[in-house]
């Protein structure tokens, strides 16, 4: 389930010859554990422990938890339905894993048998969310769609609009769905840093987050604690403020999975999230051999129900 127990056997084939599902948990498995170790960086009476996590394990948040239900949903229709990604999103939230306020507001509605369509567009007096909740729980959306980065885009927006309807939270879901899609599609291969924010521009609309892009990709020389100062670390917790500093790290640290996650943390910010970014893509090109194997041990392990 967690995409480790096929990853000796997949390195060194082409993206190709990996089914996409496997891709895709590989993904998720990369997500998981960027989730996990960000969660465990902020100070202990800040994390919500779940009630089933044993005290040695590092628990995931509500990033790791909704991107296992955008997979389910892949996995069962080979699309994203949203009427049945909003309802997975209410019936499996579990308040413990550090739901936003926003978040939370809309799963109370969807269970009431509110519409997700006018509930999402009614949050924030009406403008939507801009919030990186679709981009933290993308990645895994795009390794699937590895070869059609134009269908990464597009179903990344539809799975991003259910919660987040302000054009920039849809924006920060594309660039992170685009960038993991092509981050699997050259796994085997090289690929540079300039190339993966490259791919995340070309399908992002104009806006706040594709400036941050292209900033980003101008700092791409710089270190992370002056490349997180123009960009932002999340700590504002919305797309432009979380994708473009995310994207940064992946493209800076892509051969480094650990180093990659211990930037997220080193900047502060909202570090779980950018943890679960960042992991992300880097799995989506590497596998699950990046990630360094005590990692996903500690890891609570990932739920039940999850399909593989």
């Known amino acids: 389930m967690q995409g480790s127990d096929e990853d000796d056997h997949n390195r060194g084939m082409s993206t190709s010859a990996i089914p996409r599902h496997v891709l895709a948990l590989d993904s998720l498995a990369g997500l ?14 800040l994390r919500a422990k779940p009630p089933a996590c044993p ?3 590092w628990p995931w948040t509500d990033d790791t938890q909704m991107a296992c239900s955008v997979l389910d949903v892949l996995a069962r229709f080979g699309e ?37 369509s006018v509930l999402s567009r009614r949050l924030f007096d009406g403008a939507g969310s801009w919030g990186n909740g679709g981009a933290m729980r993308i990645a895994p959306l795009g390794a699937w769609f590895h070869d059609d980065l134009e269908q990464a885009a597009a179903q990344a927006a539809a799975a991003s609009e259910v919660t987040h309807a302000h054009p920039e939270g ?8 685009v960038a993991a899609a092509h981050a699997a599609a050259t796994r085997g291969g090289s690929l540079a840093g300039p190339e993966l924010i490259d791919a995340a521009l070309a399908h992002v609309t104009e806006g706040y987050v594709h400036d941050g892009l ?5 700092l791409l020389d710089r270190s992370a604690a ?14 432009p403020d979380t994708v473009p500093f995310a994207l940064w790290t992946a493209a800076t ?4 999975y650990a180093a990659a996650l211990r930037t997220c943390v080193e900047v502060g910010g909202d570090m779980d999230t950018m943890g679960a970014i960042v992991g992300g ?28």
Do not use: K
């Open 32 to 45: 998981s554990a960027g989730d996990a170790f960000g969660e465990q960086a902020f100070e202990p009476h």
């Open 55 to 57: 005290d040695d394990r």
């Open 80 to 116: 994203i339905d949203q009427n049945i990604l909003a309802r997975a999103f209410a019936e499996r939230a579990e308040p413990h894993r550090n739901y936003g306020y926003g978040a939370l507001q809309f799963i109370d509605g969807v269970r009431r048998g509110g519409e997700w």
């Open 170 to 177: 849809v924006a920060g879901a594309v660039a992170v769905a």
């Open 214 to 218: 292209r900033q980003a990709r101008e």
């Open 226 to 239: 002056e490349a997180a100062a123009e960009l932002g670390n999340g700590s504002q917790i919305s797309a």
């Open 253 to 256: 640290r892509l051969d480094d």
């Open 281 to 308: 893509v880097i799995a989506a090109h590497h596998g699950t051999s990046c990630i360094p194997e005590e990692w996903l041990e500690t890891r609570e392990p990932l739920p039940g129900w999850l399909w593989g």
